[in-house]
């Protein structure tokens, strides 16, 4: 069965420090992979995803994101995070059947100090 | 840009009524999603849902729980008889077709059971 894992349940950084957020899956097939990130009070949003190709994809707002084929990884970066970053973000799977639904990671929450 | 939109925003009904959610995928897409996120939780699938039947559901999604796409613009989520563990908030997400994996979620519905 699919499932992600999020290492890191809150992170607390001050601004301009770099950030990195582990993500895990498992699955037996091709994988597509995402992040996604809910502001306070907000829905979610996707930041970036891999599908094929490039293993290092950039998002938006400066976040991008490794994929380790070997590790089974999805790590999240950004070099240098704001005040506005503070979020929930979520790592994600899904396979490529026909219909295939979203496996979301636990989330980890990111607190920014001004 | 397209939006997937949700009415209402927030829902609070009494334990043992009935409830429809509503949402309004993107016009062009053909695969229609609906996963929940009970607070401090992760968001968890519930239905997928294409060609005008379920294509695939989770443990989550018991009798009680019900699809439907009564026109060609929304699709509900109903669930017959709530119960106080209902309460979260349940996001509409939906897909373009079958070669495009990226799902676009909409703002949500927050549901409080009392």
Known sequence: AQSVSQ????????????????????????????????????HLQLLLKYFSGDPLVKGIKGFEAEFIKSKFSFNLRKPSVQWSDTAEYFCAVNGDSSASKIIFGSGTRLSIRP | EPEVTQTPSHQVTQMGQEVILRCVPISNHLYFYWYRQILGQ??????????????????????????????GSNFTLKIRSTKLEDSAMYFCASRMDQTRTEQYFGPGTRLTVT
């Open chain 1, 7 to 42: 290492h890191n349940h809150h992170v607390i950084l001050s601004e301009a420090a770099s950030l990195e957020l582990g993500c895990n899956y498992s699955y037996g097939g091709t994988v597509n992979l995402f992040w996604y990130v809910q502001y306070p009070g907000q």
């Open chain 2, 42 to 71: 992760k968001v968890e699938f519930l239905v997928s849902f294409y060609n005008n039947e379920i294509s695939e559901k989770s443990e989550i999604f018991d009798d009680q729980f019900s699809v439907e796409r009564p026109d």
